[in-house]
């Protein structure tokens, strides 16, 4: 069974950057799909951050693409999501995912929130 | 982008009755070389992650209860709970993977008992 854990600081000050990392187990990152990140702030729907596809390509929100990089480590095994500059607006629960080569997203991990405050 | 919209915003149905959620997407999800809607459904109970119900429009994920179908094309699409149970008691999204990777998913439509 596929796996994925989500893991970084819950507290980040404004102007700052975001960094959470995805920690996947049970399925080698690198033997294939997309691997995403999705947010939902407190109460609200779901925001598709970006992807990266196991080659390395990578894909961004263009709302979020100025201040998004998303990357895989594969000696580790895990993605990681960086997002600069960050505001309140930018406080949600943060998931990380697996992308199958249709689309739609099969695994997730269970979610961390970030709250953006000073 | 493709703009997802789901009806209604909540809903309250009975036990044991049908429950019907809306999505409309503002352009095609139809792929004409494969004849394939990109279309999916997932739940999310409080304090999980989303859980994936459908994709394909109409494919029922491994595992997931055959009182869940989806049906529809082009636009137009519909997640239907033939027999509600008090375990479905969830938030459902759409979402359109058309443009793949990247993806939009509808406001979702919360689910209730009446």
């Known amino acids: 069974q596929v796996q994925l854990q989500e893991s970084g600081p819950g507290l980040v000050k404004p102007s700052e950057t975001l960094s959470l990392t995805c920690a996947v187990s049970?399925?080698?990152?690198?033997?294939?799909?997309?691997w995403g990140w999705i947010r939902q702030p407190p109460g609200k729907g779901l925001e598709w951050i970006g992807s990266?596809?196991?080659?390395?390509?990578?894909y961004y929100n263009p709302s979020l693409k100025s201040r998004v990089t998303v990357s895989v480590d594969t000696s580790k095994n895990q993605l990681s999501l960086k997002l600069t500059s960050v505001t309140a607006a930018d406080t949600a629960v943060y998931y990380c995912?697996?992308?199958?080569?249709?689309?739609?997203?099969?695994?997730w991990g269970q979610g961390t929130l970030v709250t953006v405050s000073s | 982008d493709i703009v997802m919209t789901q009806s209604p915003d909540s809903l309250a149905v009975s036990l044991g009755e049908r429950a019907t959620i809306n999505c409309k997407s503002s352009?095609?999800?139809?792929?004409?070389?494969?004849?394939?809607?990109?279309l999916a459904w997932y739940q999310q109970k409080p304090g999980q992650p989303p859980k994936l119900l459908i994709y394909?429009?109409?494919t029922r994920e491994s595992g997931v209860p055959d009182r869940f179908s989806g049906s529809g094309s082009g636009t137009d699409f519909t997640l239907t709970i033939s027999s509600l149970q008090a375990e479905d008691v969830a938030v459902y999204y759409c979402?359109?993977?058309?443009?793949?990777?990247?993806?939009?998913f509808g406001q979702g439509t919360r689910l209730e008992i009446k």
């Open positions: 995912g697996r992308q199958r080569d249709g689309g739609w997203y099969d695994y």
């Open positions: 990266i596809y196991h080659s390395g390509s990578t």
């Open positions: 049970a399925y080698s990152i690198s033997s294939g799909y997309y």
């Open positions: 352009q095609t999800v139809l792929y004409g070389s494969n004849n394939k809607n990109y």
């Open positions: 394909w429009a109409s």
């Open positions: 979402q359109q993977y058309y443009t793949t990777p990247s993806i939009t």
